[in-house]
């Protein structure tokens, strides 16, 4: 299973470097979308998969970290990379703000707050002109530069992409393995218990919340520079339950479940283009349909499916006798 | 005496805008009195809840216009096809497969809903805005400077008589207390011999009749559109939590509570920022009163 895994890895990791050069430009921007949603995916997972704390506020975070970036190198001419710790240390904040109410509330109650900042985060990008440029967005956002490497066009850009959601898996992996990873599992699994462990509730409750936003808004920084242009509409409301699809459809609390989530969230609609107007229709059934019969999502029918399998294994010798 | 009629005119102004505010609340509490109910009896949180009060408009809508059927009688074919569609369908077909793998798939899957719904009647309907025949004749009347229109009126008179009888029946009689009795404790209920199944089902078909209402008072106001549903789902919700996630009581002081609020504020505030007062309430009394202004915090169940 071990090796198997490594395999599995190398010819998926094989496909994300060299799928794009075939690729037309619509393509390779789909394949960058996708690569970064992935990491926005794997920092809600963190807060609701592994912490257990509901969270639907993930887009309006992207959102913050956008704008930090898009504002910073249009208006004050700041280099690209300078503004990432700026956005990833602004969503960072406003993730501790958000994940106040979490200290006293819990499941839907704790959805309704976090919308209803999603919401309130969304109408400042669209009401406040003089920062944001309210409906009309931002444009010619640049995309940077790397030591004197030009990075403007697609395919170089779709590899930046990649080997920042690549950095950002290996933290994820190193978080969920942390001890921080261990505390947070512990108050998704038993607050109470957790307590009496000597975990402090409160301030892996706000962390849970806080890195999940800082993934969310450094990525953003990300993502402007790809659309070299913003508005508010991205980072509404919708797009956060989209981003919550994304965890519970690719599979909550595990690793890989995010970035199956995204590519089926946001590849999906794509590939339903044949059916032209009705593709939101089919989409939304199909949603429906994988809730009813795979709540746990791809990853957990996959394990069911290969659980079945070795079932059947082992059974087989022993029924050969009689 | 300049400054006492200026004075008098800000007076009307604010009157004005209660009455509108205390109108439109009242529909929003119809929304979210079957949220709640839904929620108390099954744990449902339905995302879909704005856009279960789209469909019935744009269903009697499509009777009036294809059918040739006056509004009165469009609406009840509407009641009977919104209690198949939106209380049974949606009970047999979304709720109940789904529910038994906890909160966060039916909240997905009702939110996919609300999508399907939303697509659905920009697909086969219209995807503009269609005028919405008033319920009662329009008329304007006035009452010591401050106007008021018959739908305002009307509005009103429907959501004090249907929640007063609402409230009669879940107080009042058999059924309503065995409604009431599944809400607090399905289990209890079963042992005490109350059909749950009937009741939950029961449930079901209020809320599509609540919405039914609301839609018909709702759209010759905001005209009947695919994408209404987003602004009155969302309003709907907050006022569930902030008058009480378990109170019929608390759905209605939240509903007229956040229709003042939001006229007042964009009166007065912002135009811009209308929605976001309501979601500062919604807010503040998460933090500060998670139970609701009428809920019973031992109800909570968190």
Redesign the interface.
Known sequence: MGTMRWIAGGIFLALLVLLPRELKPYGIFLMSNWVLFCVVAMGLNLTLGYAGQ?SIAQAGFLGVGAYTTAILTTRFGWDFWLTLPVATGLSFLLGLIVG??AL??????L???TL??N??IY?VF??EDWLTGGAFGIFDIPRPGFLGVDMRDPLSFYYLCLVFAALMFAAAWWIVRSPWGRAFAALRENPVRAASLGVDIRTYTLLAFAIGSAFAGLTGAFYASLLEFIDPYPFALEYS?SF??MV??GGSATLIGPIVGAGMVLLLPEWLRFAK??Y??I???L??VL??FC?EGMVGLWRRMVAAIGRRRARAPTERPT | MALRARRTLVMIEALQLLISGVSTGAIYALAAIGFVLLWQTTGTINFAQGEFVMLPSIIMLAFVLHGGLPLWVAFAVTLVVSGLLLGVAFKVLVVQPMIRHGVLPLVIATIALGIFMREGAKEFFSNEAQPFPMPVPYVVLELGGVTVTSHHLFCLAVAVVLVLALQWFLGGTRTGRSMQAVAQNAQAAEILGIDVKRMVMLTFLVNAALVTVAAILVTPVYLAKWDNGEAIGLTAFIAAIVGGFNQVRGAVLGGVLVGVLENFSAYYISTEYRTAFPLILLILVIMFRPYGLLGRPEERTV
């Open positions: 509901i106040f109410p006293r509330v819990q499941h839907h109650y959805a309704f707050v209803g900042f919401i309130l109408l669209r009401n339950l919550l699809l519970i459809s107007d009705y939101l229709l989409y939304a059934l949603v429906m809730m009813a709540p």
